[in-house]
T-cell receptor
Framework: NAGVTQTPKFRVLKTGQSMTLLCAQD?????MYWYRQDPGMGLRLIHY???????AKGEVPDGYNVSRLKKQNFLLGLESAAPSQTSVYFC????????????FGSGTQLSVL | DQQVKQNSPSLSVQEGRISILNCDYT??????FLWYKKYPAEGPTFLIS?????DKNEDGRFTVFLNKSAKHLSLHIVPSQPGDSAVYFC??????????????FGKGTSLLVTP
């Protein structure tokens, strides 16, 4: 009963380094999302996908790239990490759009020094 | 600019009493609202939703009320239990949004239910 799995759970990067956050869902959902949560802020959408092979920008896409080569996986990449990208990242999936309930992963705590 | 506002960062309620969490919004085009609950070190989980064609939706101990004229919704938890202690996020969406599939989340209200 995995649901949405994110790896890694924690990561520390130096400014300028790159990394990829992995998200996998086993519910056969079409829609997948990447959100970030900053202290004192609500969740903000970075990128999303409405199906395999598709991606689109959300509210705060700058500095991130995504790929959805397989329906069950949604990858979030940081090409050159900046301290402003220190945040908790949540992946989510849903059967259709965001008016269907989202299923979230447990999050990735990323610190960029 | 925050379009969904949860003006109470925290709330403390005694076990068995009613918890009322409030949410205000500024965008009159929002027509669907959701509440999510989040425990520490976990992702948010869906709690309850309401469409703008309704003014109330109930699911067990949880009821959401929507007042469109006041652009206000509230989540009632009756009776409150210690396991309800979590951060509650209000979220809103509009059918035809220029921001695509973004849900607009509030900053959250931390609920503490004391025994």
């Amino acid at each position: 009963n995995a649901g949405v799995t994110q790896t890694p759970k924690f990561r520390v990067l130096k400014t300028g380094q790159s990394m990829t956050l992995l998200c996998a869902q086993d519910m056969n959902h079409e829609y997948m999302y990447w959100y970030r949560q900053d202290p004192g802020m609500g969740l903000r959408l970075i990128h999303y996908s409405v199906g395999e092979g598709t991606t689109a920008k959300g509210e705060v896409p700058d500095g991130y790239n995504v790929s959805r080569l397989k329906k069950q996986n949604f990858l979030l990449g940081l090409e050159s990490a900046a301290p402003s990208q220190t945040s908790v990242y949540f992946c989510a999936s849903s059967r259709s759009g965001p008016r269907e309930k989202l299923f979230f992963g447990s999050g990735t705590q990323l610190s960029v020094l | 600019d925050q379009q969904v506002k949860q003006n109470s960062p925290s709330l403390s309620v005694q076990e068995g009493r009613i918890s009322i969490l409030n949410c205000d919004y500024t965008n009159s085009m929002f027509d669907y609202f959701l509440w999510y609950k989040k425990y520490p070190a976990e992702g948010p989980t869906f709690l309850i939703s309401i469409s703008s064609i309704k003014d109330k939706n109930e699911d067990g101990r949880f009821t959401v009320f929507l007042n469109k004229s006041a652009k206000h919704l509230s989540l009632h938890i009756v009776p409150s239990q210690p396991g309800d202690s979590a951060v509650y996020f209000c979220a809103a969406s509009e059918m035809h949004s220029n921001s695509g599939y973004a849900l607009n989340f509030g900053k959250g209200t931390s609920l503490l239910v004391t025994p």
